[in-house]
C-alpha cells in the first residue's frame, strides 16, 4: 500500500451526506497518531447534500503537499461507484480500490453532464486493477442507520493500511466517545462489518 516515496497517498471520493471529508479526518487523524507526517484537502463540487465530494490524504516521514498528483494514489476509496469510476485516473499501477456499490447518483448524471455507467465495478476492473466491491449502504441500514456507511467503509480500508486495523478502530470509536457515545457499540459493529465484507469479497473473488 505504501508507494515508493514512503508516503500513501488516499483518495476518498463519493457525495455530500456520505460522511467523505469525516472518514478522511479519521483516518488523518490515526496516522497522526502514530507519528506520521499527514496532510489532507478537500474539494466539494457543490456544498449542499448530494454534491460531489473528493477528498486527499498523504501521509508519511515528511509530507510537504496535501494533493494527490494523478497516477500516484495507492488507495481509492469510492463511497459511491459511479464517483470511484471518474477518480481512477489518479491511481498508479498496483493501486487498490475499494468501492460500495449501494447506487446513489450523483447530481452530475441528474443534470446530464455525465451518464450513469451501466457497470462501474467491471469497468474499473477491466483496467487490471484490483477491485473490492461490497454494498456498504446495505450494511449500514442492517444496523438501522444509512449514515454508518462511512463507518463500513472506514472498517473496509482497515486492513488495507500500512499500520495494525486496532489503530484505525480506535481512532473511529474515539471521535464518538468524545462527541456521541452512544453511539459507540454500534460503530464498532459498523466498522467489522466492512472489514468482514472486504475480506469476504476477496475470499469470494
Not at 496516522?31 to 477528498?55: I, N, P
Request: proline letters at 5%; charged letters at 20%.
Amino acid at each position: 500500500m505504501t508507494a515508493s516515496n514512503k508516503t500513501t497517498n488516499i483518495l476518498v471520493c463519493g457525495t455530500g451526506g456520505q460522511g467523505v471529508m469525516t472518514a478522511t479526518e479519521i483516518l488523518a487523524e490515526a496516522a497522526l497518531s502514530l507519528g506520521f507526517d499527514a496532510k489532507k484537502t478537500e474539494v466539494a463540487g457543490m456544498s449542499q447534500r448530494g454534491g460531489v465530494v473528493t477528498s486527499h490524504l498523504r501521509f508519511g516521514e515528511r509530507v510537504l503537499s496535501p494533493q494527490i498528483v494523478p497516477g500516484e494514489a495507492d488507495l481509492l476509496v469510492g463511497f459511491e461507484a459511479a464517483e470511484a469510476l471518474r477518480w481512477v485516473h489518479m491511481l498508479r499501477p498496483g493501486a487498490v480500490v475499494l468501492m460500495n456499490v449501494g447506487r446513489l447518483v450523483p447530481p452530475v448524471v441528474n443534470i446530464g453532464l455525465f451518464d450513469y455507467p451501466e457497470d462501474p465495478v467491471a469497468e474499473i476492473r477491466a483496467l487490471g486493477l484490483e477491485v473490492h466491491a461490497f454494498d456498504a449502504s446495505a450494511l449500514a441500514q442492517e444496523l438501522g442507520n444509512i449514515r454508518l456507511g462511512n463507518t463500513v467503509m472506514l472498517g473496509a480500508m482497515a486492513d488495507r493500511l500500512p499500520f495494525p486495523a486496532e489503530v484505525l478502530r480506535e481512532a473511529v470509536l474515539a471521535r464518538f466517545a468524545s462527541r456521541k457515545p452512544q453511539l459507540v457499540d454500534v460503530n464498532r459493529q459498523a466498522f467489522e462489518l466492512g472489514r468482514r465484507a472486504v475480506a469476504e469479497e476477496a475470499l469470494a473473488a
